[in-house]
């Protein structure tokens, strides 16, 4: 597995240079062409059945369309800066050091995703505790700060779902399994979490057997009608560690794309050689080397 020990070997190279200065950071390591697309603009967010409230898209001073969203019926939650930086969700701030490498991440994975025309891309990590959920959240934030560019973040760790928790969303009630078994419908799931353009779809536990649950028919249908509804959004599926149960290598195939995240420190060789091998025939286009300490 020579990519993967050269993975990380660049990633330490990396991490002495301009990616950051801070500790529970990324690193990304993807590569792509220099061909980015310009005629990938997003349509805007209208479907009724979302109900996501209604949509107006204005002209930039450059002259190209600007998506604006305005939640009417969508629960939108927002919170304050001290209690974001708490939570290490930092992508949204400019001036923090910590935001640049997400900022880096995002222009790699938007050029790989406008030059193939992708859509879904699934993140995970070898071992429970690397930080991908956290990871997948600063990321999709930064994604939803390109002004032509929605995000759908759904949480698909069904077992021990965090997107929520981390964004410190403790009110969930209903979650994606509940609109898979059809008994709630989207709109009494989704959440704005105070960021124009980006929506989450939580989860709830679900005990054991959720692989099943990701496998179905009913699943699948629901994943075609996130991909169809909305053509350039870009929808981020949270996983749980590769290493832990079967449901990462069920649902990441399905994906255009998955991002594995590494813990420094702790994602030992063996398990991060183990999680490639067990993701093979899946897309991966990259690897975030997390939790980096400065010196």
């Not at 992508?91 to 995002?106: K, V």
């Not at 704005?192 to 990701?214: D, I, M």
């Not at 699948?220 to 749980?240: A, G, H, K, M």
Request: proline letters at 5%.
């Amino acid at each position: 597995m020579e990519r993967i020990q050269e993975a990380i070997e660049k990633a330490r190279r990396e991490r002495q240079g301009n990616i950051g200065k801070s500790s529970q950071t990324a690193e990304a390591k993807q590569s792509g062409s220099n061909n980015e697309q310009t005629d990938d603009t997003p349509a805007p967010e209208r479907a009724p059945q979302v109900r996501a409230g209604e949509t107006g898209v204005s002209q930039s001073p450059a002259g190209k369309s600007s998506i604006r969203i305005n939640y009417s019926q969508t629960k939108t939650v927002s919170m304050s800066e001290d209690e974001l930086k708490d939570r290490r969700i930092v992508a949204n701030f400019a001036h923090d050091a910590r935001s640049e490498p997400y900022r880096q991440l995002r222009g790699q994975v938007l050029k790989k995703f406008r030059e193939n025309k992708w859509q879904t891309l699934a993140v995970t990590s070898p071992n429970s505790g690397s930080g991908s959920t956290l990871t997948a959240l600063n990321l999709a934030i930064s994604l939803s700060f390109e002004a032509n560019q929605t995000v759908l973040l759904v949480d698909l760790n069904l077992r021990n779902p965090g997107v929520a928790t981390c964004m410190g969303i403790n009110d969930i009630e209903y979650g994606i399994a509940d609109y898979v078994r059809g008994e709630k419908p989207l709109e009494d799931i989704l959440v704005n979490p105070g960021f124009e353009r980006l929506v989450l779809l939580p989860g709830t536990p679900q005990g054991a057997f959720t692989s099943e649950v990701l496998s179905s028919p009913e699943m699948q249908s629901v994943t075609n009608e996130l991909v169809e509804r909305y053509p350039s959004r870009i929808i981020i599926f949270d996983l749980p560690s590769v290493l832990s149960n079967d449901d990462a290598l069920v649902f990441a195939p399905k994906c255009d794309a998955t991002l594995m995240v590494l813990e420094e420190g702790g994602s030992k060789k063996q398990d991060i050689e183990r999680a490639y091998q067990l993701l093979e025939g899946c897309n991966v286009i990259g690897s975030v080397l997390n939790k980096v300490r400065y010196a």
